[in-house]
């Protein structure tokens, strides 16, 4: 029963394995198999548990556990999971290093220094079921269950009718020791420690009731503390035995181990004593006879280090600048190594620095020189580099230095004589200007000078077969500095210093740097000499000067680019600026001329000359705005039509006015195309100018007072519907010419609007037209009455201004244009007539009146018939039918 009741204080945790959460067990004893084995190895006859956390039991005690020990094992610690579980210790291990180390079945083991400690330290047996034993499950004892159920319910009855003794419960005393006790040291000397030590001994005057008190509580402590480690003892009495027989057997393999150490120092003393010291002894004089040399090398170093300097001045006056440079280097090297100290040579160092210095300024005063001499020879002198080995022999000393402000020298005397090229050509033009004028290039007045526009281009055809000629002199300095430092005396090697790869593309990037600012400086000052132009003496006397000046811009800063490998604009934008300025200059000239012309202009039809009948020829002939127009020298009278594709044009003055200046400016965009984007502007600016004047003063009658006319007629309307008609000829041309030529760089949708604003023009006057003739003639027919005499006298004068009008309009219109216009007209006529029948009550009933009408309209037709605006062969009744009908 006492077995019953310590079982009913646990939990059953046989029905699952924690390791292994996918197996399920019905019975105990498939528990207690499945630990055997898969959770526990056996070594021999024993068996040890391994059902824990990493493969270790907690409730494992050291000692053999045999078969049977196991199985009580199993019982005791894993079926039942206990409600208050013991914290794991150490001790609580089922394996530790000196258990495996003490087998004595395993004997010496040869793989030990290899393994890992863990779960495979050691091997791992597999034990099967036995196969003689029966699986015994619950069904077993269930007629023993049953059986005990009986006698177990009567013993309950009767425990219930027994009295219960109660027991006074036993408390046992728990001592609480200080924590000072338990530390490693205790120095009772430090006042504190001892107070707490002795607590009684510093607060009471009976100092021998303090002592027994205080002997008695330590007393007490000692006990308390023997019986902790008595119990500790007898706990882990298995451990501590163990741990006792391993102390025994380390001491005996450390006496072996002090024996062995004695025997070995004693044959080490006889090998030192026997082999060892005469070999010492020679080492020692080898190494004093190696000193000994390094003393005499050391001598000798510095008899060559005390004659540096005679031999430095005999490079220097050779002209040998790297040897004497590289012999500074490595002397003051050695001052600063192997002869460090020593003071005979304290100022040899710095006299050496010195002496470097001058070289530096003595190499940077040759090669200006050199530079200068070089590029200030004759013009004729197609030498490449005259003292080619002096020149190498100057720069390399400077770059074995590795001081870069030879490059700016080079870069100054580069520019110097680029100015001094550019001023020598301006004085030579200059001179021949005036030979009384007194020159004077000095200072600002340099920068200042502007030349004429044909000395511009006088200027540039000199000035630019020198400065080619100059610019190849400077390329070739260029490519000779870049392959001086390509050099390995300059570089430096192995025992030297060495240029690094960013040195040297710093000398590389700075040569192109200058190359560069001195393409860019040649085409400021030439620009500033021949495009900054304030007074009008600077003009151009036409656009081919600024073509050619263009086209030497052009071939100037190509062979520049081309030579240098850097493209400078500077020139080609300075001259964009100056054109740019003299289009306006021109422009506003022309804008005024348009403008005077407009307003001075009678509207009659102007005379053609000749000159422009050509030009009108040739694009007729090719089909397009030629590149340039020549006029033919020979003087014929002018025409009274433009003829354009066989059709002749009847245009006022200021047509021909406009024909001629946009034909200009198209001259000037094949000649300049740096402009041709402001040409396009300032022709759609003249066009709509031409296009807003001609409204102002034909449509709205501003003509009438600019020009003194008495009244706008339908010709002078009719004259301006032509003249437009030919500009709209002319756009699609201009605006093929400039997508031919120029169609990357501009964009030409202002011809797309002002053409369009030209075509609802030339409707609007058409409008106007047929608007006044449609006039005349309701007022006519507003006092008409339908009777005879036929025809009356309002169709006579109706027909009299149909007439009129054919006269004015077919000098000028062509006769399609002129039918449109009739047309309308005609229209306008029948509504008004319709309403007038309408008013007057008339139908098509053939009455009397009826027939007046018809005889009207037939006198109406025949006109119109015989001024040809309909056909001879036309039938009159459908003609008129219409304006019957309601």
Known sequence: MENNSSYSEKTPSWQNCIYCPSLLFSTASEFERHIQDKHSIRDGSIILCQYGQNGICSALQFGDLRKAGFKYHVREHHLYAKNVTDDWTF?????????????????????????????????????????????????????????????????????????????????????????????????????????????????????????????????????????????????????????????????????????????????????????????????????????????????????????????????????????????????????????????????????????????????????????????????????????????????????????????????????????????????????????????????????????????????????????????????????????????????????????????????????????ASLSDYCNERCANLIVIKTDKDYVFSDLSQLSKLSQLIDVFSDECEKITGHYSNTMKLALRSFAMKYIQYLHTQHRSQLTNTLNSERWKTADVSYELQLVINKICEIGEVPPSQEYDAEEKPASKYLVINKENYAVVYTVQVLIKILLEYCDATTQSPIIVQYMVHCMVELIRLFNSRCCQLVLGAGAIQSAGLKTISTSNLALVSRSLQVILWLLPLIKSLLEKMHSKEITLTGFSNIESDLASHKQEIEIKICFIVSNMLSSQLSGWDAKPPVPSQTFRNISKHLVKLHEALIDILPIEQIRTIYKRVHDNFKDKLREQLTKMNIVANGSPQHGVVTSELTFYLQTLKTLRIINENDNEDNILYDIWLH
């Open 91 to 515: 001790y609580s291990s089922s394996q530790n290093l000196p258990a495996v180390l003490n087998d004595p079945n395993k004997g010496k083991q040869t793989n030990f220094f290899t393994k890992t400690w863990g779960d495979n330290f050691i091997d791992k047996v597999d034990i099967y079921p036995s196969p003689y034993l029966p699986e015994i499950t619950l069904a077993h004892f269930e007629a023993y269950c049953k059986k005990i159920a009986k006698r177990y319910r009567r013993h309950c009855r009767f425990k219930e009718n027994v009295p219960v003794k109660t027991k006074t419960p036993t408390e046992e005393n728990h001592f609480e020791i200080p924590s000072i006790f338990y530390e490693h040291s205790l120095p009772l000397s430090d006042p504190k420690v001892f107070s707490k030590v002795f607590p009684s001994l510093s607060n009471t005057e009976d100092s021998s009731t303090a002592i027994r008190s205080l002997q008695e509580t330590l007393s007490t402590y000692l006990d308390v503390i023997e019986m902790k480690i008595s119990k500790q003892v007898a706990l882990k009495s298995d451990a501590f035995f163990h741990a006792m027989l391993s102390h025994d057997t380390i001491m005996e393999q450390m006496a072996r181990a002090v024996r062995t150490v004695c025997k070995t120092r004693k044959n080490i003393t006889e090998v030192k004593e026997n082999l060892t010291d005469c070999p010492l002894k020679l080492i020692s004089l080898t190494r004093i006879n190696q000193n000994m040399s390094n003393v005499h090398e050391l001598l000798k170093l510095m008899g060559t280090v005390q004659q540096t300097q005679p031999m430095i001045q005999l490079l220097l006056s050779t002209s040998d600048y790297v040897a004497a440079l590289d012999l500074i280097s490595s002397t003051q090297k050695v001052l600063l190594t192997r002869l460090s100290g020593i003071q005979a040579f304290r100022h040899l160092s710095p006299q050496l620095t010195e002496m470097k210095r001058l070289i530096h300024k003595m190499l940077s005063n040759e090669f200006q020189r050199f530079i200068i001499a070089d590029l200030n020879r004759p013009p004729g002198d197609c030498t490449d580099i005259p003292e080619r080995d002096k020149i190498v022999s100057i720069v390399s000393g400077i770059l074995r230095l590795k001081e870069f402000d030879f490059l700016d020298t080079f870069k100054i005397e580069a520019m110097t004589s680029i100015q001094a090229t550019i001023k020598q050509c301006v004085i030579e033009i200059i001179s021949e200007r005036d030979g009384n004028t007194e020159i004077v290039l000095r200072g600002s007045n340099a920068d200042n000078t502007s030349l004429l526009c044909n000395e511009g281009i006088i200027f540039l055809e000199k000035v630019t077969p020198h400065l080619i000629n100059l610019f190849n002199r400077i390329l070739s300095l260029n490519n000779l500095i870049l392959e001086i430092t390509q050099m390995e005396d300059i570089t430096g090697n192995e025992s030297e210093d060495v240029w690094t790869p960013e040195e040297l593309v710093s000398v590389d990037e700075k040569l192109k740097k200058i190359i």
